[in-house]
Protein backbone atom coordinates (compact mmCIF):
# COMPACT_ATOMS: atom_id res chain seq x y z
CA UNK A 1 0.00 0.00 0.00
CA UNK A 2 1.13 3.40 -0.97
CA UNK A 3 0.90 6.24 1.28
CA UNK A 4 1.74 8.88 -0.75
CA UNK A 5 -0.69 11.23 -0.96
CA UNK A 6 -0.98 13.15 -4.02
CA UNK A 7 0.19 17.10 -4.25
CA UNK A 8 -3.76 17.93 -5.49
CA UNK A 9 -5.09 15.99 -2.91
CA UNK A 10 -3.24 17.54 -0.28
CA UNK A 11 -3.79 21.27 -1.97
CA UNK A 12 -7.75 20.01 -1.66
CA UNK A 13 -7.50 18.87 1.91
CA UNK A 14 -5.74 21.90 2.83
CA UNK A 15 -8.72 24.08 0.69
CA UNK A 16 -11.24 22.04 2.68
CA UNK A 17 -9.34 23.12 6.29
CA UNK A 18 -9.48 26.74 5.57
CA UNK A 19 -13.22 26.65 4.33
CA UNK A 20 -14.13 25.26 7.62
CA UNK A 21 -12.21 28.01 9.25
CA UNK A 22 -13.72 30.68 7.70
CA UNK A 23 -17.30 29.64 6.48
CA UNK A 24 -18.62 27.04 8.19
CA UNK A 25 -16.72 27.13 12.07
CA UNK A 26 -18.17 30.83 12.46
CA UNK A 27 -21.57 29.46 12.45
CA UNK A 28 -21.23 26.69 15.29
CA UNK A 29 -22.31 29.61 17.71
CA UNK A 30 -25.44 29.89 16.04
CA UNK A 31 -26.95 26.62 14.74
CA UNK A 32 -30.50 27.38 13.87
CA UNK A 33 -33.20 24.59 15.45
CA UNK A 34 -35.96 25.65 12.37
CA UNK A 35 -35.44 23.58 9.96
CA UNK A 36 -36.03 25.81 7.14
CA UNK A 37 -33.57 28.55 8.32
CA UNK A 38 -30.97 25.12 8.46
CA UNK A 39 -31.88 24.41 5.08
CA UNK A 40 -31.10 27.91 4.02
CA UNK A 41 -28.02 28.00 6.21
CA UNK A 42 -26.91 24.87 4.34
CA UNK A 43 -27.86 26.04 0.63
CA UNK A 44 -25.17 28.93 1.24
CA UNK A 45 -22.60 26.80 2.39
CA UNK A 46 -23.09 24.42 -0.35
CA UNK A 47 -23.02 27.56 -2.93
CA UNK A 48 -19.90 28.72 -1.22
CA UNK A 49 -18.23 24.94 -1.55
CA UNK A 50 -18.89 24.69 -5.24
CA UNK A 51 -17.07 28.32 -5.75
CA UNK A 52 -14.22 26.82 -3.72
CA UNK A 53 -14.40 23.57 -6.07
CA UNK A 54 -14.69 21.25 -2.59
CA UNK A 55 -18.34 20.27 -3.27
CA UNK A 56 -19.52 16.59 -3.05
CA UNK A 57 -16.11 15.28 -2.64
CA UNK A 58 -17.27 11.83 -3.44
CA UNK A 59 -19.62 11.73 -6.52
CA UNK A 60 -18.51 11.47 -10.18
CA UNK A 61 -18.41 14.88 -12.34
CA UNK A 62 -21.81 13.23 -14.05
CA UNK A 63 -23.00 14.25 -10.79
CA UNK A 64 -21.54 17.61 -10.38
CA UNK A 65 -18.72 15.77 -7.56
CA UNK A 66 -15.03 15.71 -7.95
CA UNK A 67 -14.54 12.01 -8.26
CA UNK A 68 -12.92 10.83 -5.43
CA UNK A 69 -11.98 7.12 -4.48
CA UNK A 70 -12.69 5.98 -0.89
CA UNK A 71 -8.74 6.38 -0.18
CA UNK A 72 -8.61 9.88 -1.20
CA UNK A 73 -12.22 10.66 0.72
CA UNK A 74 -11.02 9.47 3.72
CA UNK A 75 -8.67 12.61 3.93
CA UNK A 76 -11.38 15.25 2.81
CA UNK A 77 -14.28 13.86 4.98
CA UNK A 78 -11.59 13.63 7.81
CA UNK A 79 -11.09 17.45 7.20
CA UNK A 80 -14.37 18.37 6.76
CA UNK A 81 -15.52 16.37 9.95
CA UNK A 82 -13.63 18.74 12.02
CA UNK A 83 -16.76 20.83 12.12
CA UNK A 84 -19.90 18.89 12.39
CA UNK A 85 -21.14 21.41 9.99
CA UNK A 86 -18.57 20.96 7.49
CA UNK A 87 -19.47 17.64 5.59
CA UNK A 88 -23.27 19.30 5.42
CA UNK A 89 -21.75 22.27 3.35
CA UNK A 90 -19.34 20.02 1.05
CA UNK A 91 -22.86 17.60 0.39
CA UNK A 92 -20.82 14.52 2.19
CA UNK A 93 -23.25 14.25 5.45
CA UNK A 94 -25.55 11.19 6.18
CA UNK A 95 -27.64 10.47 5.63
CA UNK A 96 -27.32 11.66 2.33
CA UNK A 97 -24.05 10.80 1.33
CA UNK A 98 -25.40 6.89 1.84
CA UNK A 99 -28.62 7.23 -0.36
CA UNK A 100 -26.70 9.20 -2.88
CA UNK A 101 -24.50 6.46 -3.58
CA UNK A 102 -26.70 3.27 -3.13
CA UNK A 103 -28.85 5.63 -5.44
CA UNK A 104 -25.84 6.01 -8.30
CA UNK A 105 -24.53 1.92 -7.82
CA UNK A 106 -28.63 1.02 -8.31
CA UNK A 107 -31.11 3.57 -9.35
CA UNK A 108 -32.59 2.95 -13.14
CA UNK A 109 -31.61 6.18 -15.19
CA UNK A 110 -35.20 7.83 -14.38
CA UNK A 111 -34.39 7.60 -11.16
CA UNK A 112 -30.99 9.09 -10.91
CA UNK A 113 -32.29 12.10 -12.77
CA UNK A 114 -35.42 12.48 -10.74
CA UNK A 115 -33.59 11.93 -7.18
CA UNK A 116 -30.12 11.49 -7.60
CA UNK A 117 -29.68 15.10 -9.80
CA UNK A 118 -31.43 17.21 -7.00
CA UNK A 119 -29.55 15.36 -3.78
CA UNK A 120 -26.33 15.34 -5.45
CA UNK A 121 -26.40 19.42 -6.33
CA UNK A 122 -27.58 19.65 -2.81
CA UNK A 123 -31.06 21.25 -3.71
CA UNK A 124 -33.07 18.64 -1.76
CA UNK A 125 -32.63 16.20 1.05
CA UNK A 126 -33.27 12.69 1.85
CA UNK A 127 -33.79 9.78 4.56
CA UNK A 128 -33.75 6.01 4.67
CA UNK A 129 -36.01 4.35 6.19
CA UNK A 130 -35.48 0.77 7.77
CA UNK A 131 -35.27 0.86 11.77
CA UNK A 132 -38.58 0.05 13.40
CA UNK A 133 -40.24 0.28 16.86
CA UNK A 134 -40.19 -3.97 18.68
CA UNK A 135 -40.95 -6.19 17.41
CA UNK A 136 -39.84 -5.26 13.81
CA UNK A 137 -35.91 -4.84 12.54
CA UNK A 138 -33.27 -2.94 15.16
CA UNK A 139 -29.44 -4.38 15.25
CA UNK A 140 -31.59 -7.37 13.73
CA UNK A 141 -32.81 -6.38 10.16
CA UNK A 142 -34.34 -9.76 9.68
CA UNK A 143 -36.60 -8.84 11.92
CA UNK A 144 -38.36 -6.75 9.36
CA UNK A 145 -42.26 -6.12 9.77
CA UNK A 146 -43.33 -2.84 7.17
CA UNK A 147 -44.84 -4.84 4.21
CA UNK A 148 -44.89 -3.92 0.21
CA UNK A 149 -47.99 -5.73 -1.33
CA UNK A 150 -48.74 -5.53 -4.75
CA UNK A 151 -52.31 -4.57 -6.22
CA UNK A 152 -52.37 -4.64 -9.47
CA UNK A 153 -49.45 -2.40 -11.16
CA UNK A 154 -48.93 -0.41 -7.42
CA UNK A 155 -47.47 -1.44 -4.36
CA UNK A 156 -49.04 -0.52 -0.98
CA UNK A 157 -46.97 0.07 1.77
CA UNK A 158 -47.43 -0.11 5.11
CA UNK A 159 -45.68 0.23 8.52
CA UNK A 160 -43.90 2.24 10.85
CA UNK A 161 -40.28 3.06 11.60
CA UNK A 162 -37.94 5.60 13.81
CA UNK A 163 -34.82 6.88 14.18
CA UNK A 164 -35.19 7.73 10.39
CA UNK A 165 -32.41 10.88 10.35
CA UNK A 166 -33.15 14.03 8.39
CA UNK A 167 -36.87 12.77 8.01
CA UNK A 168 -38.04 16.57 8.77
CA UNK A 169 -37.61 18.42 5.71
CA UNK A 170 -36.39 15.19 3.37
CA UNK A 171 -38.01 15.47 -0.20
CA UNK A 172 -37.82 11.61 -0.44
CA UNK A 173 -37.32 8.77 1.96
CA UNK A 174 -35.56 5.29 0.84
CA UNK A 175 -38.35 2.57 2.46
CA UNK A 176 -36.99 -1.29 2.97
CA UNK A 177 -40.42 -3.51 3.31
CA UNK A 178 -40.66 -7.17 3.02
CA UNK A 179 -42.52 -8.29 0.02
CA UNK A 180 -42.06 -11.53 0.77
CA UNK A 181 -42.49 -13.59 4.53
CA UNK A 182 -41.37 -17.03 3.50
CA UNK A 183 -38.02 -16.05 1.38
CA UNK A 184 -37.12 -14.45 5.08
CA UNK A 185 -33.88 -12.10 4.54
CA UNK A 186 -33.99 -12.54 0.64
CA UNK A 187 -37.61 -11.14 0.87
CA UNK A 188 -37.34 -7.56 1.14
CA UNK A 189 -37.48 -4.51 -0.83
CA UNK A 190 -36.43 -0.95 -1.54
CA UNK A 191 -38.95 1.58 -2.71
CA UNK A 192 -38.30 5.61 -3.35
CA UNK A 193 -41.20 7.29 -1.41
CA UNK A 194 -41.94 10.92 -2.03
CA UNK A 195 -42.49 13.33 1.06
CA UNK A 196 -45.59 14.44 -0.51
CA UNK A 197 -47.35 10.71 -0.31
CA UNK A 198 -50.36 11.16 1.54
CA UNK A 199 -49.40 7.63 2.61
CA UNK A 200 -45.95 8.68 4.19
CA UNK A 201 -46.68 10.81 7.52
CA UNK A 202 -43.82 11.93 10.00
CA UNK A 203 -45.60 11.32 13.34
CA UNK A 204 -42.74 13.19 15.52
CA UNK A 205 -39.35 14.17 15.88
CA UNK A 206 -37.89 12.25 18.82
CA UNK A 207 -36.11 13.99 21.28
CA UNK A 208 -32.33 12.59 21.68
CA UNK A 209 -28.54 13.51 22.66
CA UNK A 210 -27.74 14.49 19.44
CA UNK A 211 -28.99 17.83 17.53
CA UNK A 212 -26.77 19.19 14.97
CA UNK A 213 -28.60 16.75 12.65
CA UNK A 214 -31.31 19.19 10.09
CA UNK A 215 -34.60 17.27 10.47
CA UNK A 216 -33.81 15.36 13.23
CA UNK A 217 -34.22 11.74 14.03
CA UNK A 218 -38.22 11.11 13.43
CA UNK A 219 -40.73 8.41 13.85
CA UNK A 220 -42.61 8.09 10.55
CA UNK A 221 -45.61 5.72 9.23
CA UNK A 222 -46.24 4.26 5.86
CA UNK A 223 -50.11 4.03 5.87
CA UNK A 224 -51.42 2.49 2.70
CA UNK A 225 -48.54 4.33 0.91
CA UNK A 226 -48.98 3.85 -3.00
CA UNK A 227 -46.25 3.89 -4.95
CA UNK A 228 -45.91 2.71 -8.94
CA UNK A 229 -43.78 -0.24 -10.03
CA UNK A 230 -41.02 2.76 -11.23
CA UNK A 231 -40.51 3.39 -7.69
CA UNK A 232 -39.01 0.08 -6.80
CA UNK A 233 -35.59 0.96 -6.34
CA UNK A 234 -33.28 -1.52 -8.15
CA UNK A 235 -34.98 -5.22 -8.11
CA UNK A 236 -37.96 -6.61 -6.04
CA UNK A 237 -36.43 -9.04 -3.43
CA UNK A 238 -32.86 -7.48 -3.31
CA UNK A 239 -33.56 -4.90 -0.90
CA UNK A 240 -31.21 -6.68 1.76
CA UNK A 241 -28.43 -7.26 -0.80
CA UNK A 242 -28.70 -2.90 -1.58
CA UNK A 243 -28.79 -1.86 2.14
CA UNK A 244 -24.88 -4.17 2.10
CA UNK A 245 -24.40 -1.67 -1.14
CA UNK A 246 -25.24 1.18 1.02
CA UNK A 247 -24.35 0.21 4.45
CA UNK A 248 -19.98 -0.57 3.51
CA UNK A 249 -19.07 2.81 2.46
CA UNK A 250 -21.48 4.47 5.12
CA UNK A 251 -20.16 3.11 8.03
CA UNK A 252 -16.74 3.80 6.47
CA UNK A 253 -17.70 7.67 5.83
CA UNK A 254 -18.67 7.92 9.26
CA UNK A 255 -15.10 6.92 11.01
CA UNK A 256 -14.10 8.91 8.63
CA UNK A 257 -15.91 12.31 9.70
CA UNK A 258 -15.94 11.24 13.16
CA UNK A 259 -12.25 10.93 13.11
CA UNK A 260 -11.87 14.70 12.52
CA UNK A 261 -14.45 15.28 15.15
CA UNK A 262 -12.08 13.59 17.72
CA UNK A 263 -8.64 14.96 16.29
CA UNK A 264 -10.65 19.05 16.95
CA UNK A 265 -11.09 18.14 20.31
CA UNK A 266 -7.53 17.40 21.27
CA UNK A 267 -6.28 19.96 19.15
CA UNK A 268 -8.73 22.14 22.06
CA UNK A 269 -7.67 20.16 24.83
CA UNK A 270 -3.75 20.24 23.83
CA UNK A 271 -4.36 23.99 23.97
CA UNK A 272 -5.79 24.07 26.92
CA UNK A 273 -3.00 22.00 28.79
CA UNK A 274 -0.32 24.43 27.29
CA UNK A 275 -1.77 27.19 28.80
CA UNK A 276 -3.41 26.31 32.03
CA UNK A 277 -1.04 25.48 35.23
CA UNK A 278 -2.12 23.24 38.41
CA UNK A 279 0.57 22.46 41.45
CA UNK A 280 3.20 25.05 40.11
CA UNK A 281 3.40 24.18 36.52
CA UNK A 282 1.50 23.52 32.99
CA UNK A 283 -1.30 20.41 32.78
CA UNK A 284 1.23 20.02 29.87
CA UNK A 285 4.00 19.14 32.11
CA UNK A 286 2.01 16.61 34.05
CA UNK A 287 2.48 12.93 32.62
CA UNK A 288 -1.01 12.19 33.92
CA UNK A 289 -2.05 14.71 30.89
CA UNK A 290 0.47 13.71 28.20
CA UNK A 291 -0.10 10.12 28.68
CA UNK A 292 -3.89 10.85 27.78
CA UNK A 293 -2.53 12.72 24.97
CA UNK A 294 -0.16 10.41 23.69
CA UNK A 295 -2.72 7.34 23.79
CA UNK A 296 -5.35 9.33 21.96
CA UNK A 297 -3.32 10.02 19.16
CA UNK A 298 -1.85 6.68 18.72
CA UNK A 299 -5.34 5.25 19.00
CA UNK A 300 -7.05 7.77 16.09
CA UNK A 301 -3.88 6.90 14.21
CA UNK A 302 -4.37 3.30 14.39
CA UNK A 303 -7.81 3.56 13.62
CA UNK A 304 -6.90 5.75 10.71
CA UNK A 305 -4.91 3.23 8.83
CA UNK A 306 -7.87 0.66 9.39
CA UNK A 307 -10.09 3.31 7.75
CA UNK A 308 -7.23 3.78 5.01
CA UNK A 309 -6.81 -0.19 4.55
CA UNK A 310 -10.99 -0.91 4.01
CA UNK A 311 -11.26 2.23 1.56
CA UNK A 312 -8.63 0.73 -0.43
CA UNK A 313 -10.16 -2.56 -0.57
CA UNK A 314 -13.43 -1.00 -1.84
CA UNK A 315 -11.70 0.95 -4.17
CA UNK A 316 -10.35 -2.57 -5.62
CA UNK A 317 -14.10 -3.64 -5.98
CA UNK A 318 -13.73 -5.60 -2.69
CA UNK A 319 -16.94 -5.63 -0.61
CA UNK A 320 -14.53 -5.19 2.46
CA UNK A 321 -17.65 -6.26 4.69
CA UNK A 322 -14.75 -7.63 7.55
CA UNK A 323 -12.27 -4.86 7.40
CA UNK A 324 -15.31 -2.00 7.23
CA UNK A 325 -17.10 -3.93 10.79
CA UNK A 326 -13.35 -4.07 12.24
CA UNK A 327 -13.34 -0.19 11.46
CA UNK A 328 -16.65 0.67 12.47
CA UNK A 329 -16.22 -0.99 16.09
CA UNK A 330 -12.42 0.45 16.51
CA UNK A 331 -12.85 3.87 15.43
CA UNK A 332 -16.48 4.34 16.91
CA UNK A 333 -15.41 2.85 20.42
CA UNK A 334 -11.68 4.73 19.95
CA UNK A 335 -13.55 8.74 18.90
CA UNK A 336 -15.50 8.05 22.10
CA UNK A 337 -12.50 7.49 24.20
CA UNK A 338 -10.47 10.29 22.90
CA UNK A 339 -13.36 13.01 23.02
CA UNK A 340 -13.81 11.43 26.94
CA UNK A 341 -10.30 12.37 27.28
CA UNK A 342 -10.67 15.78 25.62
CA UNK A 343 -13.56 16.83 28.07
CA UNK A 344 -11.66 15.02 31.25
CA UNK A 345 -8.62 17.31 30.37
CA UNK A 346 -10.36 20.65 30.02
CA UNK A 347 -12.11 19.93 33.52
CA UNK A 348 -15.05 22.24 34.11
CA UNK A 349 -14.60 24.25 30.09
CA UNK A 350 -14.40 20.79 28.50
CA UNK A 351 -18.17 20.53 29.30
CA UNK A 352 -19.35 23.72 28.89
CA UNK A 353 -20.69 25.12 25.51
CA UNK A 354 -18.09 28.10 25.12
CA UNK A 355 -15.85 25.12 23.19
CA UNK A 356 -17.64 22.46 20.48
CA UNK A 357 -15.89 19.64 22.36
CA UNK A 358 -19.40 19.18 24.69
CA UNK A 359 -21.46 19.48 21.86
CA UNK A 360 -19.59 16.64 19.67
CA UNK A 361 -19.51 14.48 22.95
CA UNK A 362 -23.05 14.35 22.27
CA UNK A 363 -23.25 14.03 19.01
CA UNK A 364 -21.12 11.68 18.56
CA UNK A 365 -21.95 9.10 21.50
CA UNK A 366 -24.63 7.07 18.96
CA UNK A 367 -22.08 6.02 16.82
CA UNK A 368 -21.27 3.53 18.86
CA UNK A 369 -25.34 2.27 17.99
CA UNK A 370 -26.05 3.05 14.34
CA UNK A 371 -24.78 1.22 11.33
CA UNK A 372 -24.80 -1.96 13.73
CA UNK A 373 -24.04 -1.07 17.28
CA UNK A 374 -20.43 -2.83 18.16
CA UNK A 375 -22.10 -5.93 19.71
CA UNK A 376 -23.39 -6.57 16.43
CA UNK A 377 -19.81 -6.30 14.39
CA UNK A 378 -18.27 -8.37 16.97
CA UNK A 379 -20.64 -10.87 16.55
CA UNK A 380 -20.27 -10.65 12.69
CA UNK A 381 -16.26 -10.29 12.89
CA UNK A 382 -16.18 -13.53 15.41
CA UNK A 383 -18.54 -15.71 12.88
CA UNK A 384 -16.02 -15.27 10.42
CA UNK A 385 -13.13 -16.08 12.42
CA UNK A 386 -14.66 -19.18 13.65
CA UNK A 387 -15.75 -20.00 10.25
CA UNK A 388 -11.96 -19.70 8.97
CA UNK A 389 -10.80 -21.46 11.68
CA UNK A 390 -13.98 -24.40 11.14
CA UNK A 391 -12.99 -24.73 7.51
CA UNK A 392 -9.26 -25.01 8.46
CA UNK A 393 -9.85 -28.07 10.82
CA UNK A 394 -12.01 -29.74 8.18
CA UNK A 395 -9.67 -29.50 5.50
CA UNK A 396 -6.85 -30.78 8.48
CA UNK A 397 -8.95 -34.22 8.85
C1 LIG B 1 -28.45 8.82 15.90
C2 LIG B 1 -29.11 7.68 15.20
C3 LIG B 1 -29.47 7.82 13.87
C4 LIG B 1 -30.14 6.78 13.20
N1 LIG B 1 -30.55 6.95 11.90
C5 LIG B 1 -31.25 5.97 11.28
C6 LIG B 1 -31.76 6.17 9.97
O1 LIG B 1 -31.58 7.22 9.35
N2 LIG B 1 -32.48 5.18 9.39
C7 LIG B 1 -32.70 3.99 10.05
O2 LIG B 1 -33.35 3.14 9.47
N3 LIG B 1 -32.23 3.79 11.30
C8 LIG B 1 -31.52 4.75 11.94
N4 LIG B 1 -31.06 4.57 13.22
C9 LIG B 1 -31.36 3.33 13.92
C10 LIG B 1 -30.16 2.42 14.05
O3 LIG B 1 -29.88 1.84 12.81
C11 LIG B 1 -30.52 1.39 15.13
O4 LIG B 1 -30.54 2.09 16.36
C12 LIG B 1 -29.57 0.22 15.20
O5 LIG B 1 -29.68 -0.62 14.08
C13 LIG B 1 -29.86 -0.64 16.45
O6 LIG B 1 -31.20 -1.00 16.50
P1 LIG B 1 -32.04 -0.70 17.83
O7 LIG B 1 -31.85 0.71 18.23
O8 LIG B 1 -33.43 -1.16 17.56
O9 LIG B 1 -31.37 -1.59 18.93
P2 LIG B 1 -31.82 -3.05 19.41
O10 LIG B 1 -31.96 -3.97 18.26
O11 LIG B 1 -32.98 -2.90 20.31
O12 LIG B 1 -30.53 -3.46 20.26
C14 LIG B 1 -30.24 -2.79 21.49
C15 LIG B 1 -28.84 -3.10 21.92
O13 LIG B 1 -28.73 -4.49 22.13
C16 LIG B 1 -27.42 -4.92 21.88
N5 LIG B 1 -27.45 -6.04 20.91
C17 LIG B 1 -28.23 -6.19 19.84
N6 LIG B 1 -27.94 -7.34 19.19
C18 LIG B 1 -26.93 -7.92 19.89
C19 LIG B 1 -26.17 -9.12 19.74
N7 LIG B 1 -26.34 -9.95 18.69
N8 LIG B 1 -25.22 -9.39 20.67
C20 LIG B 1 -25.00 -8.56 21.71
N9 LIG B 1 -25.67 -7.42 21.91
C21 LIG B 1 -26.64 -7.11 21.00
C22 LIG B 1 -26.66 -3.72 21.32
O14 LIG B 1 -25.91 -3.13 22.36
C23 LIG B 1 -27.76 -2.78 20.90
O15 LIG B 1 -27.35 -1.42 20.95
C24 LIG B 1 -30.39 5.58 13.90
C25 LIG B 1 -29.99 5.44 15.24
C26 LIG B 1 -29.38 6.47 15.89
C27 LIG B 1 -29.00 6.29 17.32
Redesign the pocket.
Known amino acids: MDFTIAPELRELQGKVRRFAETVVIPYETDVPHDVAAWQEMRREWNSKAKEAGIFLPQLSPEWGGLGLNWRECSLIFEEAGRSLLGPQALNCS??DEGNMHLLEAVASPEQKEKYLRPLAAGETRS????????PG?????SLLQTSAEKRGDKWIINGK???????MGAAFTIA?ARTDEVKGRHGATMFLVDAGNPGFRINRKIG?M?EW?PGG?CEVEFVDCEVSEADVLGQVHRGFEYAQVRLGPARLTHCMRWTGAARRTIEYATHYVLTRESFRKTLAEHQGVQWQLADSEMELHAGRMMIWHAAWLLDQGEPARHETSMAKVFVSETVGRVMDRAVQMMGALGISEDTPVSQMYRDMR???????????H??SIARRLLRRAAAEIGGEK
Open positions: APCFSMTEPAAGADPKWFITGAMTDVHPFRIYDGPSEVRH
